[in-house]
């Protein structure tokens, strides 16, 4: 309902800020037409009027004229005057739309997304190493020690090993039985072979050495066989002596495995020419 006596327009904003004064917040549009008695669109202007933002203005003094000397006369004769312009300040928001000749950024827009953040790399976890325990070997290599010790000194007696002065005229007493360089001689340069060819890549053993090792442990290896089978065997049948074919090869081991053991300690120690380079 409109008021016969409608209010001006200048008394119809203050009375609408007065009442944001007093009630802490913007009223609503027909709360403005109920208290003032106007229209819907004299409430709908004097509200956007009282909320609006004032213009804020710094006086500045123009440079005075390029073509007049300070303190000159104009063309009447009158002193030139300097005069007082309103320009927007700069330090204030501009105006919607309003970029001053150069484009906003993106990035500096209040509703511009913000860029996506690049999660900073995890550096992989190395899994924990297990090491396989070494004990149970011992426990093998006890029993095969015992076993093997005593099957290549009964084939080393059978075949004419036995016991030697070593310094003879000097230490007639120093004695030691021969048939012990049998298995200290075979099963060593076996483990031996074993180990360089399956030594790690940091031991920079060549690739030739590692052929040699691999089918020299395998003949190591069979020769064991043999030995513990040939010795069982005779044992078996009651022989005492083994026949002369097994004594002729067993007296020749230990000559062949020391040539086959210098070989591959040559071997092992040589620098592999692919690796150098």
């Known amino acids: 309902m409109t008021s016969a006596y409608p209010l001006a327009h200048d008394v119809l904003v203050a009375r609408v800020r007065q009442m944001i004064a007093d009630l802490g917040r913007v009223p609503s549009q027909r709360q403005v037409m109920q208290v003032c008695?106007?229209?819907r669109d004299r409430a709908k202007t004097a509200l956007a009027e009282a909320?609006?933002?004032?213009?804020?203005v710094t006086p500045v003094v123009d440079a005075p004229d390029s073509t007049l000397p300070i303190g000159a006369e104009n063309e009447q004769g009158a002193p030139a005057e300097r005069t007082l312009h309103a320009v927007p300040d700069l330090e204030a928001d501009p105006a919607p739309g309003h970029t001053?000749?150069?484009e906003i950024a993106p990035?500096?827009?209040a509703d511009a997304p913000a860029a996506p953040s690049t999660p900073e790399p995890?550096?992989?976890?190395?899994p924990k190493r297990v090491r396989v325990p070494r004990w149970p070997i011992s426990i093998i290599a006890l029993g095969a020690f015992v076993s093997i010790w005593g099957g290549w000194v009964g084939l080393g007696r059978m075949t004419g090993f036995g016991k030697v002065q070593l310094l003879p005229g000097i230490a007639d007493s120093f004695v030691i039985d021969s048939a012990i360089t049998l298995p200290l001689g075979v099963e060593a340069y076996a483990a031996y072979a074993l180990w360089v060819w399956l030594a790690p890549p940091t031991a920079q053993i060549t690739t030739r050495a590692r052929r040699f090792a691999c089918w020299s442990a395998i003949a190591g290896l069979a020769l064991g066989v043999f030995g513990q089978a040939t010795y069982h065997l005779l044992v078996t049948t009651g022989a005492t002596t083994a026949p002369w074919p097994v004594v002729t090869f067993v007296s020749c081991l230990p000559v062949l495995v020391l040539g086959a053991g210098a070989a591959l300690a040559h071997l092992a120690h040589q620098h592999d020419e692919e690796t150098d380079r």
């Open 37 to 39: 008695a106007v229209g």
């Open 51 to 56: 909320t609006a933002p004032a213009p804020q």
């Open 100 to 102: 001053d000749g150069a």
């Open 107 to 109: 990035e500096t827009r």
């Open 122 to 126: 995890v550096a992989p976890v190395a």
